[in-house]
């Protein structure tokens, strides 16, 4: 069930069986607030996405609201996936990466990384983020962090992640226009365009690469992309997301050039969902060759074909693709054996 996207397979194979620690990146940036850029979760409510998908994961139920997180168009958040592997095959430890929460997750018991990191801006005026200090905490985490499971396997929730990260690549010089997933199976691209040529021309006068990621980015991006610099090969690591855990591996690269350093990736990979490999209106494929480092990229040949909900059945009508973690949660699953009609049974039951 999980398939090369690129590099070859021996490097998650070398995984079955294994534990592995499930660390969830959340944060907010008013990106949302912009009309119609995101259908990630409950309109007015966006916000709370990050918060809402964290307890589920966690607890089996959302403590901030009354009901779990879903669009517009009914398509609950991918939470139920890697609740639900998590429910069959629990991970060794679910910890939280605190990068700029309007909300705190209401959790006791379990691991919350918290950074003193503020919620982001909207790119279309200014993120105003110090990226500088985001990064350096993130390499500081890398350098530090303990694992006490076999690998990592890092997701993350953050609404209007999807544009943030291809603006991110656009201003950092990547030909990668066309190549990042969205939300909506129609995505909205006048307002996505017209937001990054606002975000973009706030950079015109700006060639100092931190600078650049202040302006455009968001927190997970590039605090990941410091964490995995911090790590630099020491542990395994799973990226379990789609385009925007490609925009991280991104500013990675372009930080590798920027400082004139390297990094061991050998012990570096990711893995999404089907939903994100087959995208007709992206190519995460494209966007992991343009890394100068090498890299191993797989999906799960995972689908909701043998369900009946019509809620789950709009992820295969590719109204949603991924998030917090589904990919890798999903690939870890069935590293630990299980099938799709065991996982779509467990995931139907949060929806009866």
């Known amino acids: 069930m999980i398939k090369t996207i690129i590099g ?37 409510l966006i916000h709370l996405t990050p918060t809402l998908d964290a307890e ?3 607890v089996g139920e959302v ?11 009914g ?18 430890s679910i910890e939280l990466l605190n990068l700029g929460l309007e909300v705190t997750p209401k959790l006791n018991y379990f691991t919350q990384h918290n950074f003193n990191i503020k919620p982001s801006g909207s790119i279309d005026v200014g993120a105003n983020i110090d990226a500088e200090a985001v990064f350096q905490k993130g390499v500081a985490f890398g350098q530090s962090y303990e694992c006490k499971s076999d690998y990592i396997i890092l997701g993350e929730s953050v609404p209007s992640g999807t544009t943030t990260a291809n603006t991110t690549a656009l201003a950092l010089g990547y030909d990668a226009k066309e190549f990042f997933s969205s939300s909506f199976k ?7 365009e017209e937001t990054i040529e606002k975000a973009l021309s706030n950079i015109k006068d700006k060639s100092d690469l931190f600078d650049i990621l202040g302006s455009v980015s968001d927190n997970m991006l590039i605090f990941n992309a410091g964490f995995i610099l911090g790590l630099n090969g020491r542990l395994k690591v799973i990226l379990a997301g789609g385009t925007q855990m490609a925009g991280v591996l991104l500013i990675v690269n372009s930080i590798l ?12 990979a990711l893995c999404t969902t089907k939903w994100v490999a087959e995208d007709k209106n992206s190519d995460i494929k494209a966007l992991l ?16 074909s043998l369900s009946s909900h019509p809620a789950l059945k709009l992820y295969d009508d590719g109204e949603a693709k991924e998030g917090v973690g589904a990919g890798g949660a999903l690939c870890y699953g069935v590293l630990n054996g299980l099938d799709k009609k065991t996982i779509t049974n467990k995931v139907e039951t949060f929806l009866s």
């Open 8 to 44: 070859n397979i021996d490097f998650i194979e070398s995984l079955r069986g294994k534990s592995a620690t499930f660390m969830l990146a959340l944060s907010n940036t008013a990106t949302i607030n912009i009309k119609g850029i995101t259908q990630a979760g409950i309109p007015n």
């Open 56 to 58: 589920f994961v966690c």
């Open 63 to 73: 403590r901030c609201l009354e009901n779990i997180a879903e669009t517009p168009k």
């Open 75 to 92: 398509v609950p958040t991918p939470a139920l996936m890697s609740r639900g592997v998590h429910l069959l095959r629990p991970f060794k």
């Open 186 to 192: 129609n995505v909205p691209n006048n307002i996505r």
């Open 257 to 268: 050039k920027y400082m004139g350093g390297e990094m061991d990736s050998s012990n570096l």
């Open 289 to 304: 060759e343009m890394l100068d480092f090498p890299i191993n990229g797989y999906f799960v040949d995972f689908d909701f």
